[in-house]
């Protein structure tokens, strides 16, 4: 038996989970890693904790299963942090700067003339989320004795494979490339124009190579790197997310919903186009919505109010009134992201009596992240949704499942592997290895629970609409 192992490199850890023929996980290790906010709305990783994570959970995985056993290595990643580091040394020269950071939104908003222009090229939206304007702040405060020309830049996936390497591979996949605000999706390249807006040479960016390209071996192993995808795309891949009507949606620290589509020139107001993957030389395209603050929520229900002493206490919270009483929760912590792309938004609690409980609350917060999700889903595609097919930390609660269901008015699938991010990066990897063909990665995939739709009693949609009305004005 040939065992494919996936790396996830996520926002707040690193993980390694050994998946056997079938794509049955045989074992994962996994260990987080420090946030730093060195300013408000200010997020920083230290990129040698990042790597040393990740060598130590990849290093035990391979020790459980045995190195003679490992057919590949697939790599997943948080995407849009950036890392720039010495090509000699391999040292980094600055902190990860986080695909949650708002520094450079003032500078986003100096460039607001050329958003159409960017989102032409790019199909992303002009915002502080991408890569370049984070690498462009980088470079602008290195001092002036630092040789550019001896820089790599790259994403979480090429820094960890230039390390896995020994600094023998900088390289990245196109669906990494399309979220750094650099990559034209039509001509499948980084686009001259955009390098020189934000004054990056591409000499110091990775190579693009396909999804299932080989990246190189694991030093001191005869391991191979074969599959590379960015987190999204990944659960979206471990979703089969290819097959026509299907939408995934991860829960996770945010709300990320997406849905393969043959057409990037298809018109999607306010919704990204993205490379789905790229598998030799089929590019796959996909239309995405981000929302930022999807499980964060119930941990601020939980570190800041209070009102629970673990985030799965929630499900149980909410049943109890089995109600939000006229409660509407808008979780703009940090702006709105997808349909609404506004930075100045704030979260909001509205509709409060006397007797408004702990629990009324809590289901507020639920159906605020089912209305959230419902937004988006509705904006992705002129074509309606068939099946959500969800993962993620929150897609654990049936409660949140049953609600969206109800919502959207269409079936909410959960697979048995709820970590399919790690899954899909396992999938394209044993593709890339030749270990599984594209046609036997459907049964890869199994359901554990299947939430059909009832009819909706909760808060009237139009309730929550203005709601999201107030958050979005309330600076303005």
């Known amino acids: 038996m040939k065992i494919i192992v996936a790396l996830d490199l996520g926002t707040t850890g690193n993980r390694a989970i ?73 040292l980094p020269v600055h902190n990860a ?15 607001s003339d050329k958003k159409e222009w960017i989102y032409a090229k790019t199909g992303l939206v002009l915002d502080a989320y991408f890569s370049a304007t984070k690498i462009e702040w980088i470079l602008n405060r290195l001092p002036q004795s630092v040789d550019r020309t001896r820089l790599k830049i ?33 001509t499948k390249r980084f686009d001259p124009e955009l390098l020189d807006l934000f004054n990056i040479p591409e000499a110091v960016l990775p190579e693009v190579r396909p999804s299932n390209a080989h990246y190189g ?12 995808l960015g987190d999204q795309q990944a659960s979206l891949f471990g979703q089969a997310g290819w097959e026509p009507g299907v939408v995934k949606n991860t829960y996770g620290t945010g709300l990320f919903a997406m849905t393969t589509c043959p ?29 930022f603050v999807g499980g964060s929520l119930i941990q601020w229900l939980r570190d800041g109010l209070g009102i629970i002493n673990r985030s799965h206490d929630i499900e149980a919270l909410a049943a109890e009134s089995g109600t939000a009483d006229g409660v509407v929760v808008v979780p703009a912590l940090v702006g709105l992201g997808a349909p609404h792309w506004d930075p100045t938004a704030r979260g909001l609690i509205i509709g409060l009596t006397r007797g408004t409980s702990r629990s009324n609350i809590a289901y507020a917060a639920l159906e605020a992240i089912a ?40 079936p909410v699938e959960r697979p048995i592997v709820t970590e399919t991010t790690a899954l899909g990066a396992a999938m394209m990897a044993g593709l890339g290895a030749e270990k599984w063909s594209f046609n036997a990665l459907s049964s890869i995939r199994k359901v554990d629970r299947c939430f059909l739709p009832e009819t909706y009693t909760g808060t009237p949609l139009t309730q929550w609409n203005d709601a999201v009305a107030r958050s979005k004005h309330w600076i303005k």
């Open 263 to 291: 057409d990037p020139n298809e018109p999607t107001p306010h919704i990204l186009t993205t490379v789905a993957w790229q598998i030799d030389d089929t590019v796959t395209y996909a239309k995405e919505g981000s929302v």
């Open 154 to 186: 790259g994403t979480i996936d090429s820094w960890i494979i230039d390390r896995l390497t020994n600094g023998h591979t900088h390289a990245t996949d196109a669906s990494n490339a399309s979220r750094t605000l650099l990559w034209n999706i039509h």
């Open 18 to 90: 050994a998946f056997d023929e079938t794509g049955t996980p045989l074992c994962s290790h996994y260990q987080e890693f420090t946030q730093y906010f060195p300013h408000p709305a200010w997020v920083e990783h230290d990129p040698i904790e990042l790597w040393e994570s990740a060598k130590r959970v990849l290093g035990a995985t391979i020790e459980e299963v045995g190195q003679h056993r490992i057919a590949a290595i697939g790599i997943t990643n948080q995407r849009e942090t950036v890392v720039v580091w010495d090509r000699i040394t391999g």
């Open 371 to 410: 209305f959230q999700t419902n937004d988006i889903i509705h904006a992705l595609s002129q074509h309606p949704a068939k099946q959500l097919r969800v993962d993620g930390g929150a897609s654990q609660n049936n409660q949140l499942m049953q609600i969206q269901s109800n919502l959207l008015g269409i």
């Open 97 to 111: 700067i986080v695909w949650q950071c708002r520094r450079t939104a003032d500078r986003c908003a100096e460039l």
């Open 217 to 228: 071996t694991v030093a001191g192993t005869r391991i191979p790197i074969t599959g590379v």
